[in-house]
C-alpha cells in the first residue's frame, strides 16, 4: 500500500528508505530531490500529523530556518501523510551516546533557535536529544506534533505527549498552561547532558535547592552569550510554579 501511496505523490517507490516504522525517505522525480514523508493510521498520530502541517507552514512562511521545509499535508490510502525536505543530520541523541564532544557555539545556536521559535508565538513541546539534528553544526528541530501556542491549557489539548526526563512535572499531569519554560527545561536538560554527560534529575519538592541545581549549568564556559546566560537565569528562578 505505501508503495502505492509513494507512486501517487510522484516518488519513485523502489528507492524509498524506510527510517522508522512511519518515516520514509524518498526520491521525487520531477522535482528531482529526496523528501521525507512521515505516515499515519491512528487517531492520534494522524492528528499529530495535521498538527505538525500547520506549524511547518506557518514556520515556512515566517522564514524559519531551524526546521525542515515544508513541502505537503495529504490525505491517502487511509493514511495522513506530511512531506518534508530531507534533513541529512544526525541526531543529537546520537551524538550523545557516541561521546562527541561539542563546539561551545553549539549552544548558543540552539539558544537562538528556541528563542527565535518563541518569538513566533510557538512552543514546540518536545524538545529532547532525538528531535533534534545537527546539519553542518547547525541545530534543526524536528517533530513538532506537540507544537502549540503559550497560554493554552494543557488539559484542553485534544492529545497531550511528553518525554518524561525532559518534561517538568506540572506537564507530565497535565496542569497548567502551555508556557516557553516547558521548552527551556527540555534546553537545561540538553545542556546538562552536553556538558556533564549526565541527566538533569532536580529535586522539585525543595523549591531552593532545585533553582540552585540548574543554575550550576549556567557556568561561564558553556558557550553561552551573557544575555542567554541572563534569560535562562530568570527562567529558572519560575521552575517550583511547575513542580
Not at 51 to 59: C, G, N, T
Not at 197 to 203: I, Y
Not at 210 to 215: D, T
Request: hydrophobic share 40%.
Amino acid at each position: 500500500m505505501t508503495h502505492e501511496l509513494f507512486t501517487q505523490l510522484g516518488y519513485r517507490a523502489s528507492d524509498a528508505r524506510q527510517l522508522s516504522q512511519w518515516v520514509w525517505v524518498a526520491w521525487h522525480a520531477e522535482a528531482c530531490r529526496w523528501d521525507c514523508l512521515k505516515l499515519a493510521e491512528s487517531a492520534e498520530h494522524r492528528y499529530g500529523i495535521r498538527r505538525e502541517a500547520y506549524w511547518l507552514q506557518r514556520l515556512q512562511n515566517a522564514s524559519y530556518s531551524s526546521c525542515a521545509a515544508y513541502r505537503g499535508h495529504y490525505q491517502l490510502g487511509g493514511y495522513e501523510v506530511l512531506i518534508t525536505s530531507r534533513v541529512n543530520g544526525q541526531p543529537l541523541s546520537e551524538m550523545l551516546r557516541q561521546d562527541i564532544e561539542f563546539h561551545p557555539e553549539f549552544r548558543n545556536k540552539l539558544y537562538l533557535s528556541l528563542q527565535q521559535l518563541h518569538r513566533l508565538g510557538i512552543c514546540h513541546g518536545d524538545i529532547k536529544p532525538a528531535n533534534i539534528l545537527l546539519l553542518d553544526d547547525e541545530p534543526v528541530l524536528v517533530d513538532f506534533a506537540s507544537a502549540a501556542e503559550p497560554g493554552i491549557a494543557v488539559a484542553d489539548l485534544p492529545y497531550r505527549s511528553f518525554s518524561p526526563s525532559y518534561s517538568m512535572p506540572a506537564l507530565q499531569r497535565g496542569e497548567g498552561a502551555v508556557d516557553i519554560l516547558h521548552d527551556w527545561y527540555g534546553y537545561l536538560v540538553i545542556l546538562s547532558l552536553v556538558n556533564n554527560r549526565t541527566l538533569l534529575q532536580p529535586e522539585w519538592s525543595d523549591s531552593e535547592a532545585l533553582v540552585k541545581a540548574v543554575n550550576i549549568l549556567l557556568s561561564d564556559n558553556d558557550g553561552l552569550t551573557t544575555a542567554a546566560r541572563d534569560f535562562l537565569a530568570q527562567q529558572i528562578q519560575r521552575l517550583p510554579d511547575f513542580s
